[in-house]
């Protein structure tokens, strides 16, 4: 075991990550050779770290050219700082400065579970937003306006028809400012004052 572990320090880690326990013995020994071992990590993470800091997940010290178990530096990733802090109830461990991958997360706190996932699923969604624009490189304005901009030009165009067509028209368009304004109730706004400012 300190032999292994020995391979890892002088190929010259200093931080080490593992997804499953570390032994006691193991903990012991990397503790004096200052070394920092980090265990149970779930594997989406263990990924995402690897993927950050350039380094390579491995499972065996197998090599296929010789006999010999080896742990080579290009095996490495790279990161600036890595440390451990208390947030809240929980301890956290920071991983920060890569060189060549932008790799930020985001920290949720909140009084409780319900309101965090709350928090989380809102967040999801505009992180998606914000993905699907730059792909597309187009915007369709939310809040009702699309609604409203139809409503409008059918108004227009009901004044062409005949006087039974352009009732349907019109009772149409009546029906599609309801998004606007129930969106506007939701937001404790005054519903016939926006949907007014909306038709100018």
Not at 65 to 87: K, Q, R, T, W
Not at 130 to 142: H, P, T, W
Request: charged fraction near 25%.
């Amino acid at each position: 075991l300190k032999e292994r572990i020995n391979k890892i320090i002088a190929s010259g880690a200093n931080v080490i990550l593992t997804t499953r326990g570390i032994d006691d013995i193991a903990s012991k020994y990397m503790v004096e050779k200052g070394v920092m071992g980090i265990r149970r990590i779930a594997k989406d993470d263990f990924r995402r770290i690897a993927k950050s800091t350039g380094g390579t997940i491995i499972t065996s010290f197998a090599n296929e050219d010789c006999d010999e178990e080896v742990y080579s530096s290009n095996l490495l990733g790279y990161a600036e700082e890595v440390y451990e802090e208390n947030i809240g109830d929980n301890d956290c461990i920071f991983i920060k400065g890569f060189k060549n991958i932008k790799t930020v997360s985001i920290l949720l706190r909140g009084a409780n579970e319900m309101f965090n996932d709350e928090v989380e699923r809102s967040l999801h969604d505009a992180l998606c937003i914000i993905k699907r624009s730059l792909e597309c490189g187009a915007v369709v304005a939310g809040g009702g306006a699309v609604e409203m901009a139809l409503s409008i030009h059918l108004e227009d165009y009901a004044q062409s028809m005949g006087s039974k067509e352009q009732i349907a028209i019109l009772e149409f368009c009546e029906a599609l400012t309801i998004i606007p304004k129930i969106l506007a109730v939701n937001a404790a706004l005054d519903a016939t004052d926006l949907v007014s400012k909306m038709r100018v």
